[in-house]
């Protein structure tokens, strides 16, 4: 019988990815299948996250649970992954010695090895290197079912927000050489796959290595004539316009992107683009110049608006979500009344936002920081209350349209439902049949709540 992985993922959608891609791997060397019930596994990962203490500390609590299930099944191989793995290395084993292996994000596509190599020389075995690109050239292909998929297009972090362990625990950026990038896609929409999410930590950071005699052959333009002798870089939006250009590919999203990074070329493919959706994820952190400053994020709040600006007269539907972080040291009561200001002046629709969390080795660790912990709170609060009700506003005024939504299953809550994405990134049920499921069909909107939409199916 075929052994079984249990994995639980912590953290981002990059982490998400490559526990899709853990499980590919030991299913591609050993034929391992995936269990969501933990007494069943033969192997049980963790794929950490550290960007905050919270998602640290769970690991730990976490670790102490699994030790038990161990116990009772002495074969169990125990895997840590991800930041934390990435960060503290072997301290996880001298923290908690009936570990196996512990893995970074750039080595996760060495597991199977390193199983092999715990069981062969009876030690725990830590691999948290970066081997660079490597970890794409040694993945199986994408394997898929559903009409929606990620496509990782580039790796690490080179911006070094004051704040952020990113860079330290995933590495600099790196990117997929462009053509892999194309025949992924090419092959996920010969699967069936209609929408595309582009991976990475800044996307459009993306300066994809290409071939220039190969592309020259298929009609190619150029975007940067710089480079290793016949071979140049293609930028995000050279990327976006050939995957747009793939039969098959109705919908395009990328994930995440930096404002610092979003060129005109970019913006321009808005206009040229209707498979980009006119929905996106642009990470601010905050309104306050002074602290954006402190931050190191390299732009101010007025080139950000500025952006949003150009994006909107092109696509004047655009529905925007963001990431803050409220309380960052020395953030006067002033500076978040900036940050609710940019909030009111740009209708921000949805946000991951989060109290700043001092972390081990970044820079803003060692700022002095005397904001009460309660002031933060009251002020991620209104920061959350106030986007939420922009939320409930915008999926209101949805009422009575028709939209594009791409099947993605069945409904949680009620089995004769299905449940699929708007372009804007709604959840939206609705009834009908399961035969179509990974495909897309227009549905009026008929109710709004909080977080979710209900329609009935127009056309099937
Ligand atoms: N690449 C993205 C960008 O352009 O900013 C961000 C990726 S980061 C891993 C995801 C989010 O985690 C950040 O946007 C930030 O809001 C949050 N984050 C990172 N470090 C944090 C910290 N020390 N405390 C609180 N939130 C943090
Ligand atoms: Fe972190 Fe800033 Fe990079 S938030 S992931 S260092 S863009």
Known sequence: ??????????????????????????????????????????????????????????????????????????GMVIGVGGCVASQEGSHIIKRAPYVDVVFGPQTLHRLPALINERQRSGRPQVDISFPEIEKFDHLPPARREGGSAFVSIMEGCSKYCSFCVVPYTRGEEVSRPFEDVLVEIAELAQQGVKEINLLGQNVNAYRGAFDKSAMKAVGAGSSNMAGEPGKDFADFAMLLDYAAQIPG??????????????????????????????????????????????????????????????????????????????????????????TMKLVDDLDFDASYSFVYSPRPGTPAASLADDTPASVKQARLKRLQDDIGARERRNNLAMVGQVQRVLVEQVARKDERDLAGRTPYNRIVNFAGPVSLLGEMVEVRITEAFAHSLRGELVTP
């Open 249 to 338: 590919i109705e919908r395009l999203r990328f994930t995440t992107s930096h404002p610092r990074d979003f060129s005109q070329r970019l913006i321009d493919c808005y206009a040229r683009l209707p498979q980009l959706v006119s929905h996106l994820h642009l990470p601010v952190q905050a309104g306050s110049d002074r602290i954006l400053a402190a931050m190191k994020r390299g732009y101010s709040a007025l080139e950000y608006k500025s952006i949003i600006r150009k994006l909107r007269v092109i696509r004047p539907d655009l529905l925007l979500s963001s990431d803050f972080i409220v309380g960052f040291p020395g953030e006067t009561d002033a500076d978040f009344e900036q």
């Open 1 to 74: 019988m075929s052994k079984k992985v249990f994995i639980k993922t912590f953290g981002c959608q990059m982490n998400e990815y490559d526990s899709t891609k853990m499980l590919d791997v030991l299913h591609a060397a050993d034929g391992v299948e995936q269990t969501t019930d933990i007494g069943q596994a033969d192997i049980v990962l963790l794929n950490t996250c550290s960007v905050r203490e919270k998602a640290q500390e769970k690991v730990f609590s976490d670790l102490g649970r699994i030790r038990e299930l161990k116990e009772l099944r002495p």
